[in-house]
């Protein structure tokens, strides 16, 4: 089973990539996002509790999303593999879900990093503001605090894969295709 985590700041291209790898290794998106809105919408027991918190402006703790990324697996059982979008974004987060996965018989195999300067992130997110009408990325001062949010609070998470040699960086500027190659070189030393 092949199992990713697709790491970057905002505007590094983790979507873009990330529809490229799910394509070519057959693996499923786990979204935390993705998740949370279906809990809610279908009103499941965590989708309730997890909208609790959120109508109060709270995060949703640790353990219900991992409740939640434990039923998606569940939902799975016959995957290739997983590639974990959104999560871990805290090194607490990044422990729960080793030992989700070691209790699954499975672990992530790789972090892929795409690593891109700050520069070029504003660039890219003001553009896509642009094109998606996103608030969030038409905004100079909310990309600069997203920037800080992802330095300050994620970005210490790489240390955690790291120090178990599953961290692996990869330089986000240039063409998608070589970006794309280069990523897939990277899982293909690993299966």
Avoid: C, W
Wanted: hydrophobic share 40%.
């Amino acid at each position: 089973m092949l199992n990713l985590v697709l790491f970057g700041p905002p505007g590094a291209g983790k979507g873009t990539q990330s529809a490229k790898l799910i394509e070519k290794y057959h693996l499923i998106h786990l979204s935390t996002g993705d998740i949370f809105r279906a809990n809610i919408k279908g009103e499941t027991a965590l989708g309730i509790l997890a909208k609790s918190y959120m109508d109060k402006g709270y995060l949703v703790p640790d353990e219900v999303t991992i409740a939640m990324l434990a039923s998606e697996l569940s939902n799975h059982t016959e995957a290739n593999g997983f590639i974990f979008d959104g999560f871990p974004r805290t090194s607490a987060q990044a422990i729960a879900l080793d030992e989700l996965l070691n209790s699954k018989g499975t672990s992530i195999n790789l972090m892929l990093a795409l690593e891109v300067e700050e520069e070029e992130l504003r660039n890219r997110l003001l553009l896509r503001g642009k094109d998606s009408g996103r608030a969030d990325d038409s905004n100079p001062d909310i990309i600069q605090k997203r920037i800080d949010v992802y330095n300050k609070e994620t970005s210490p998470v790489k240390e955690h894969y790291s120090v178990q040699n599953k961290y692996i960086g990869i330089h986000g500027i240039g063409d998608i295709e070589l970006i794309f190659k280069s990523l897939s070189a990277e899982i293909d030393k690993t299966i």
